[in-house]
């Protein structure tokens, strides 16, 4: 339906497909793949040890050194600028503005509609929302009137909020006897946090979903496979992968799908990364000016 997308690319793809044994098929993936696991691993489990702001140092410099080690072997001859003109960068500026004003708008207005619940066969425990993932305080949700919809009555806990901000900023200003002053250190690690998801998210991300995962799905000698080749299936997955991944799953749906178009259309990574530096970074001044830290 959409093959026009592959009009210009130089590719037939394997009529069978070629399996590659697990061991050689990972260090073929590597690049793709260590980058995503250190910073799951920082961001996940130490910041389950320590402090999540704290543990997003490590997670910034441990990912941005995985990165920078594949980067200077040659590993991602796809981060390319050639032929890029100015026309493609405010596309992909654009595009990241416009994607996270769709995803900010429906929590900033309407945000119990975003998490309100609606269970399934009677049973609260099993519902479908537009936003998982979440702990809530205990009986946050009630009955809307004359509605089985279950309505929060307060907004869920963060990981990073204020509060943890605060308390990472004295435990750390305690720890290593700083004499700065608990506030600059918080703004620190505010402008890590910011940082690290507007420059360091948006490459091993893109990297690894719409350069590597998107072309897996055609062929599992992904790297032959040109940049923006498109098939249904590549696109369901890494959609499908995308969505799943992000707690906020119905505004990732529509964010996705831009970045989709901007990536099949200009079949660049670097322009995807900027679109989803922009948007990332415009969400963090977005967090940090309302204190909205659940969208983080």
């Known amino acids: ?3 026009f997308l592959n009009r210009g690319l130089d590719y037939e793809p394997p009529k069978e497909r070629l399996v590659m044994p697990t061991g050689k098929l990972l260090a073929y993936a590597q690049p793709h793949i260590m980058p995503y696991v250190v910073y799951g691993i920082c961001t996940a489990v130490l910041a389950k040890i320590i402090n999540p702001y704290q543990a997003y140092i490590f997670a910034f410099l441990l990912t941005l050194l995985t990165v920078g080690v594949y980067f200077a072997k ?5 981060f390319s600028l050639k032929g890029l003109k100015l026309g493609d960068w405010l596309l992909a500026f654009a595009i990241g503005v416009v994607g996270i004003v ?6 900033h207005f309407a945000w119990k509609v975003m998490f309100a619940r609606i269970p399934v066969f009677g049973n609260e425990n099993i519902y479908l929302s537009l936003t998982y993932g979440f702990e809530f305080a205990e009986d946050a949700f009630h009955k809307a009137q004359g509605a089985m919809i279950l309505l929060p009555s307060e907004l869920p806990k963060s990981s990073f909020s204020a509060q943890i901000l605060e308390a990472g900023a004295a435990q750390m200003k305690d720890f290593l006897h700083l004499s700065l002053d608990a506030g600059v250190l918080a703004n620190i690690l505010l402008a890590v946090r910011i940082a690290g998801a507007s420059l360091m998210v948006p490459f091993f991300e893109e990297l690894f979903s719409r350069s590597a995962l998107t ?8 790297k032959e496979v040109p940049i923006g080749y498109y098939t249904k299936k590549s696109f369901l997955i890494a959609m499908g ?19 989709f178009f901007l990536y ?3 079949k660049s990574i670097p322009l995807c990364i900027f679109a989803h530096g922009v948007s990332n970074l415009l969400l963090g001044l977005y967090v940090v000016a309302t204190g909205n830290y659940y969208l983080w």
Do not use: N, T
């Not at 040659?74 to 796809?78: A, L, N, V, W």
């Not at 072309?215 to 992904?222: D, H, K, L, M, S």
């Open 215 to 222: 072309r897996f799905c055609v062929a599992e000698q992904y």
């Open 102 to 107: 769709l995803w900010i708008l429906p929590y």
């Open 241 to 259: 992968f995308f969505i799943l991944s992000h707690p906020w799953w119905f505004v990732a749906l529509i964010w996705g799908g831009l970045i």
């Open 1 to 3: 339906m959409f093959s």
């Open 264 to 266: 099949y259309c200009k």
């Open 74 to 78: 040659g590993d991602y001859p796809e």
